[in-house]
């Protein structure tokens, strides 16, 4: 409807607004949109005037609210990413990835991508969604605000086991993560779910914490989206990277875990332990001991375990998702498979910037 009444075509963009009401009576912002463009083919008269003027009176903060979603929705068309180019959050994705998303909170947008073997990143598809009353960085539990960070799904709730309220389902995704319980952040049941039968769209800033969209939208999301697998970045405003400036990000940090790798392959505990912050929560196999269990030496740093038997150290499809605010960190997925093995663990690793040196402060095994 916009483009079309954008080129003059206003009785093609009626048109388009009349089925759109038809096929989806509960979008407020149809209806709206629907009843200008009916006003702009009738010549206003004095008494047409004022009652234009009485009924947005009257309408209020729901008004403010239905206009600023149209200049959001509007923005997304004007503005789109730069093509060939993906968030910056996504340095390299496993080809086990096979979707990840991405929401911009300034254009109340989500953006879907699909993992290609050709073409790696590819946007598939985008969405207008809803972020919290208070607006985006959440703190602490009830604050009203979306998170800021790198997430992956953790579920995908049956809809007949939720109230109308969450829609056509809801996908919750892991905040607070370890970076967030660093920090000292709290909160939970973040989800990126629907919306009530009676109501297709929120405003822009509407929700309790939670990412929301229509429900049209989210089952084309739902179709896609992998439990465990699929990354969700949530950020204020997305930057927009070239493939090549993504691996140039990466190099460096690469080598970083590959010398992690070669200090695993060694089984000599004291070359690992230089890759942990003194205070990490290390996920290390069992005769292999760091932080948990170790005693701590004269200067507080973990002290250094019995070696064990030193194998080489395989690492497979690996992920490298990247998140800088006023600290750099990066979370890295992996497989690990060693010498000798058919089969291994799948790890994840979140990594802090320490002055020129990475640090792992949280290891999990995911699988």
Known sequence: MYELFGRGKSSAALASAEKLVKDYPNFQLAQLVYADLLAARVAPTRNSAHAVAAAKAGAGPALAELRDESQRRLQSLRDRPPPGTVPSQFLALSARTRYAIAVDASRSRLYLFQNTADKGMQLVADYYISVGKAGIGKLVEGDARTPLGVYHVTSNLDP??????????????????????????????IWLHGTPSQQYARAPQATDGCVVM??????????????????????????????????????????????????RSTGDVSQLQRFYAADAQPALPKGMSLVSSSPRSGNGAP????????RAIELKDVSFLHWKDSEDTMVVTFGEVREGEKTGRNRRQYWLRVGRDWKIFQEDLTG
Not at 173 to 189: L, M
Not at 214 to 240: F, H, Y
Not at 303 to 310: H, R
């Open 214 to 263: 229509s429900n049209t939208d989210l089952r084309e999301l739902l179709k896609r989206v992998e439990v465990g697998a699929t990354p969700v970045v949530i950020a204020s405003s997305l930057k927009w990277i070239t493939p090549q400036q993504a691996r140039d990000d990466l190099s460096t940090f690469s080598e970083v875990l590959h010398a992690w790798r070669d200090a």
């Open 303 to 310: 002290a250094a375990a019995a070696p064990v038997a030193a």
């Open 160 to 189: 007949k086991s939720l109230r109308d309220f969450y829609g056509a389902g809801a996908l919750p995704i892991n905040y607070p993560n370890p970076y967030d319980v660093r920090r000292g952040r709290t909160g939970s049941g």
